[in-house]
């Protein structure tokens, strides 16, 4: 059934090793790089015919890139009231998430230095349509670009077959986007970074998507804004012999099931343990529609660390800096304030990642790949520049000019000594 199950690692020195070694190892795939860049390229050439020949190739769609009115309010019809129900907890949930994390223009008491918050013109939010269609992520991404003020947001989603999720349209529209497009893959990304006839040029691209869509991300970085560059998504979950074994394997399982690629990761203290929760996750994985992509997930991916020390389990957990941190263990709970590489921190057994997934307010597209070191979750803040405001009244200018021509000779810039020099000038009547 598996190759390999969740691979073994005991102690920190070993563990240490595999993570650099193994888990966050970095290959350079030139071939996949090859392959993005020259999609962008004839896109950049031939526009909307190069996009219009790549929907056919890749997801065999002849319709048109972007939905009407008419078909938008059709997929309204097709959806169950449940879904709407749940669909609208979640973006009520986003909302206030976001707005509480929106940050706001300010000016000191003289006015003479501040800070302006200014939103983008015009976002594109990327929503996977792959193994499956996930209306989360068009809420995640949605949700957050509305808050901040965004004046347009598109949302775009493949449309195999000329088929979209009419669930994707609905949760888009209630979420906040203002166009939707039915197109995805690199051209896509291509198309909206450059613009065509139909397609709009927008600021900032956000959203996850396959390895194909990461590299077109970090290809196109310049000529639009992105968000990030999100690898396959993992969990990983610190738990001890007195957690529930059932709920343990659950969490993984949930993670796995998203692609073969995905990462389940465990840290506990006692093999006996892992081995529990080995043999839940073939028990429970078994009647599952997606067993097969679950047993292939964990047989490339799955990694258990066995570590009985705390300190060491959190330097560990901090190294590896994963995507989603679940901390089930009470002992580690007391201290998840070590925890500081993590995409989001997911405290006890309540509080199930699959809960951030959905409904609980902060935005599921989360550093993957180790990122986490440095980089945050999607949020309000990353649809927003910040335009530092100088203002300086006739007082001010004197008390500093002398300090800027200081520092200015010592640089060298005689041109920015000068330009200082005539304003005290000017200000003192010279």
Not at 124 to 134: D, H, K, Q, R
Not at 193 to 211: A, L, Q, W
Not at 291 to 314: A, L, Q, Y
Not at 407 to 426: D, F, T, W, Y
Request: proline share 4%; with cysteine; charged share 25%.
């Amino acid at each position: 059934m598996y190759k390999e199950f969740l691979k073994k690692i005991f102690g920190k020195i070993e563990s240490v090793k595999y993570i650099k070694n193994e888990l966050r190892s970095s290959k350079k795939d030139e071939d996949l790089e090859v392959i993005c860049s020259k999609i962008i390229n004839e896109v950049d050439k031939n526009k909307d015919r190069a996009v219009s020949h790549f929907n056919k190739e890749f997801d065999n769609s002849l319709r048109e890139f972007e939905l009407t009115s008419e078909e938008i309010e059709i997929a309204f019809d097709k959806v169950s009231p449940g879904f709407l129900k749940s669909v609208k907890k979640s973006i009520s949930r986003s909302e206030d998430f976001h707005v509480n994390s929106k940050p706001q223009s300010w000016i000191n008491d003289s006015g003479s230095l501040g800070e302006t918050v200014i939103p983008f013109d015009r976002v594109l939010c990327y929503v996977p349509g792959g193994t499956a269609p996930l209306v989360s992520t068009a809420i995640m991404t949605v949700v957050p670009a509305k808050i901040a003020g965004v004046k347009e947001i598109c949302v775009t989603s493949p449309a195999p077959n000329n088929e979209i999720s009419p669930e994707i349209i609905v949760a888009s529209k209630l979420a906040g986007a203002n166009r939707i497009f039915c197109l995805g893959g690199v051209h896509a990304l291509a198309a909206f970074s450059m613009g065509t006839d139909k397609i709009p040029k927008v600021d900032f691209i956000c959203g996850p998507g396959n390895k194909y869509v990461t590299q077109a991300k970090k290809l196109l970085y310049g000529s639009v804004g992105i968000d990030g560059l999100y690898g396959p998504t993992e969990t990983l979950i610190i738990a001890d012999s007195k957690s529930d074994p059932n709920l343990i394997a659950s969490d993984l399982i949930a993670q796995a099931e998203h692609d073969i690629e995905a990462t389940p990761i465990l840290i506990t203290d006692k093999e006996s343990f892992a081995d529990q929760v080995e043999e839940k996750v073939k028990k429970q994985s078994e009647v599952l529609e997606r067993k097969n992509i679950i047993n292939e997930s964990f047989s490339r991916k799955g990694v258990v660390f066995i570590i009985d020390n705390i300190d060491e389990t959190i330097e560990v957990c901090n190294l590896i800096s994963a995507e989603h941190v679940s901390v089930i263990s009470d002992e580690i709970k007391t201290r998840h304030g070590e925890i500081k590489n993590a995409g989001g921190l997911f405290l006890g057994d309540e509080s199930a990642e699959v809960f951030g997934d959905y409904i609980a307010g902060p935005s599921h597209v989360m550093p993957t790949g180790g990122s986490a070191r440095f980089s945050s979750a999607l949020n309000v803040r990353q649809f927003l520049k910040y335009q530092p405001l100088i203002n300086l009244s006739t007082e001010e200018v004197i008390n500093l000019v002398d300090d800027v021509v200081e520092l200015a000779e010592i640089e060298g810039l005689q041109g920015h000594a000068e330009s200082a020099k005539n304003r005290k000038k000017k200000a003192i009547g010279e």
